[in-house]
């Protein structure tokens, strides 16, 4: 069944909204289009001018997915694309038309493509096109069993006043999975620079921290303790967006935190949050992540 709406006077052609597409917790396609649509206030700033790739589910996170870079036939004209290299590519393509997501209609659309996962890189693009600088550098803190969130947040703290030292302020969110990232506003610079300081950094975690942090993705290293995932900052990579959910067996969300919610974390419940906790909380402490978009924040890198 398919049904016709207006979105920011866009019309939209909205279909299966009864489709279940998280089993496990019967979150339908109409109730992912809903939480996208109110939670576009706080998330489409962290996606504007940064080229979006989308982890589809056509049926369910059950069913099968793929990673969507390049803008399909069917995009409207009124979606904003940008033409990007992507040297290497495993499609042989040496350009890609990425799709950035800067309107509330740009969302609903990708939403009713199944599109549960957002990723973007930390850098941006001009209004033109053209790549720009890298403005975030990311951690991604990943738990190896038994270690969960909780080891997380442990290293997450030592890396707020490491960060601190250099005169980096960090703010952390939710991966929606099982881990947490702390995301660092900083000064523009080339990719290189945020990701060979976040190797650093993570190094030397590891060398201080040994019996908790890991460096390296080696698996055998990782059993208990916490990988700091610096590849991140690659200029080729993305992290899930702030507020996207992830295709879980629940329908949780990357969902900002505050530092006294990482303190306090005691156990993996702590920090999980469903579409409607992560909306709750929106209306009650609006987006933490909203000093990340305040250039008074960012940092510079130290060389």
Not at 58 to 74: L, Y
Not at 102 to 117: D, G, H, K, S, Y
Not at 215 to 231: C, E, F, N, Q, Y
Request: glycine share 8%.
């Amino acid at each position: 069944m398919r049904t016709t709406v207006e979105v920011a006077g866009r019309r939209l052609g909205l279909s299966n909204l009864d489709k279940v597409l998280y089993p496990a917790t019967g979150f339908t396609k109409g109730e992912v289009i809903d939480y996208y649509a109110r939670v576009a206030p706080v998330l489409l700033p962290h996606l504007a001018g940064r080229p979006a790739t989308r982890k589809r589910y056509p049926d369910g996170v059950e069913g099968g997915s793929f990673f969507e870079k390049n803008a399909p036939r069917h995009t409207p004209d009124w979606v904003r694309t940008v033409r990007l290299p992507t040297p290497g590519s495993t499609t042989g393509r040496e350009e890609i038309d990425f799709v950035v997501v800067e309107e509330l209609a740009t969302l609903v659309w990708l939403a009713n493509l199944a599109a549960l996962e957002l990723h973007v890189p930390q850098w941006t693009v001009g209004p033109r096109g053209g790549a720009r600088g890298a403005d975030l550098l990311v951690l991604d803190l990943d738990p190896g069993a038994p270690a969960t969130v909780v080891e997380c947040c442990a290293v997450a703290l030592l890396l707020r006043e490491a960060l601190a030292e250099d005169g980096l302020q960090a703010w952390a969110k939710t991966s929606g999975s099982k881990g947490l990232q702390l995301y660092v506003p900083v000064r523009p610079v080339p990719w290189e620079r945020t990701h060979a300081y976040a190797r650093a950094l993570a190094e030397r975690l590891e060398a201080e921290h040994g019996g908790l942090v890991v460096s390296r993705m080696t698996k055998a290293l990782r059993p208990g303790k916490v990988l700091i995932d610096w590849s991140q900052n690659n200029g080729s990579k993305t992290t899930v967006a702030p507020y996207s959910l992830r295709a879980r067996e629940q329908h949780t969300a990357s969902t900002p935190v505050t530092w006294d919610e990482v303190e306090a974390c005691r156990a993996p419940e702590d920090l999980r949050f469903l579409a409607p906790d992560v909306l709750e909380r929106v209306d009650r402490l609006g987006d933490l992540h909203a000093p990340l978009l305040d250039d008074a924040h960012r940092g510079r890198v130290p060389a």
